[in-house]
T-cell receptor
């Protein structure tokens, strides 16, 4: 089954404790992206990756890191989480086409609480 | 600056009634347009998309959307709402040359029995 998976689905942590949220897709998509969703703000892009070893900042990259060492994986790293990073996080992937990008497929989400 | 606006934060309709969710965007050229739905506790599912061609597009679950260039709008419609349609709906825009999908703030739909 074609899908985007995220782990963990739920995470409660404390301020300053490094964490990683994994994202994996099995569709051989070139493009992958991370979003955070907050009430009243919709989804805001954190980072995206056009392909292996190619990443770029989205609208709200502060406090996050990413890496793209393999095509299928795109982990999101919070080196020193803070309470304002409490949010619902979504990973997404899509194919790339000449004029733009196809629709993005989303993972199930990771709900992160930073105390 | 480019933006996507969903003016209705919350809409309530009765089951069987018609539905229209509004979406407006501000970009220099026609972007790619999408509607996603998020059911409670779920990820986002694509309902429909517009790239070019016929301005009335059909999607899954009986939804359709009409692109109106003159109004910079891409409104989502359904002729008869079902209780299972209760969810949050997001309009999203991807300018043709851009790499970022920009989402509206979402419209929460409540369906009354």
């Amino acid at each position: 089954e074609a899908q985007v998976t995220q782990n963990p689905r739920y995470l409660i942590t404390v301020t300053g404790k490094k964490l990683t949220v994994t994202c994996s897709q099995n569709m051989n998509h070139e493009y992958m992206s991370w979003y955070r969703q907050d009430p009243g703000l919709g989804l805001r892009q954190i980072y995206y990756s056009m392909n292996v070893e190619v990443t770029d900042k989205g609208d709200v990259p502060e406090g996050y890191k990413v890496s793209r060492k393999e095509k299928r994986n795109f982990p999101l790293i919070l080196e020193s989480p803070s309470p304002n990073q409490t949010s619902l996080y979504f990973c997404a992937s899509s194919t790339k086409q000449a004029q733009g990008f196809n629709e993005q497929f989303f993972g199930p989400g990771t709900r992160l609480t930073v105390l | 600056a480019q933006s996507v606006t969903q003016p209705d934060i919350h809409i309530t309709v009765s089951e069987g009634a018609s539905l229209e969710l509004r979406c407006n965007y501000s970009y220099g050229a026609t972007p790619y347009l999408f509607w996603y739905v998020q059911s409670p506790g779920q990820g986002l599912q694509l309902l429909l998309k517009y790239f070019s061609g016929d301005t009335l597009v059909q999607g899954i679950k009986g939804f359709e959307a009409e692109f109106k260039r003159s109004q910079s709008s891409f409104n989502l419609r359904k002729p008869s709402v079902h209780w299972s349609d209760a969810a949050e709906y997001f309009c999203a825009v991807l300018p043709g040359s851009a790499r970022q999908l920009t989402f509206g703030s979402g419209t929460q739909l409540t369906v009354l029995p």
